[in-house]
């Protein structure tokens, strides 16, 4: 599809096709800031190519383990297309904490002195969210 300006537009289908995330993973990623909103509403909202490469800057830098508010601020500083591969995919700069890399974490309480912690990362809280599920299954099964 093309916009009036001549650029390239993506249905939200055609986005997560181009990009390999979910319809959810581009309604989190604008909730959280990281991608500007669908411009246009309802069934003639789409997505343009700078959405694209926001989210292809967002996996590079989640696969470097960079947490989403560091992320956010590498984007912002970023001029618009300026998001290519030159977007940088380096692991953190260590902030030792205990001869430890600080990284901040999300903490589930599954029940009283059992609680599940892992990295805020949409795969991470993906996976964890799984774990709770089947531990819920197998606790109604006994």
């Keep these: ?3 009036n300006d ?3 537009r993506y249905r939200i289908a055609e986005l997560c096709e181009e990009t390999g995330v979910t319809r959810r993973t581009v309604h989190y ?7 500007p909103p669908a411009e246009g509403a309802g069934l003639a909202s789409s997505y ?3 959405h694209v490469e926001r989210i292809r ?3 590079r830098m989640q696969e470097a383990y960079l947490p989403l508010e560091e992320i956010r601020r590498r984007l912002d500083e970023m001029p618009a297309g300026g998001l290519g591969s030159e977007a940088p995919a380096e692991r953190p ?3 030792p904490v205990g001869g430890r890399t600080e990284r901040r974490m999300v903490r ?3 029940e009283h002195g059992v609680e599940l ?3 805020e990362t949409e795969e991470a809280e993906e996976y964890a969210k799984r774990l709770v599920r089947w531990a819920d299954r197998r606790g109604k099964e006994s």
Excluded: C, D, H, Q
Excluded at 29 to 35: P, Q, S
């Design 1 to 3: 599809m093309e916009g």
């Design 57 to 59: 800057a967002i996996r």
């Design 117 to 119: 912690s892992y990295p």
């Design 29 to 35: 990623y604008i909730g959280r800031g990281l991608l």
């Design 48 to 50: 343009t190519e700078e």
């Design 108 to 110: 589930i309480v599954l």
């Design 6 to 8: 001549g650029e390239k």
């Design 93 to 95: 700069a260590a902030a």
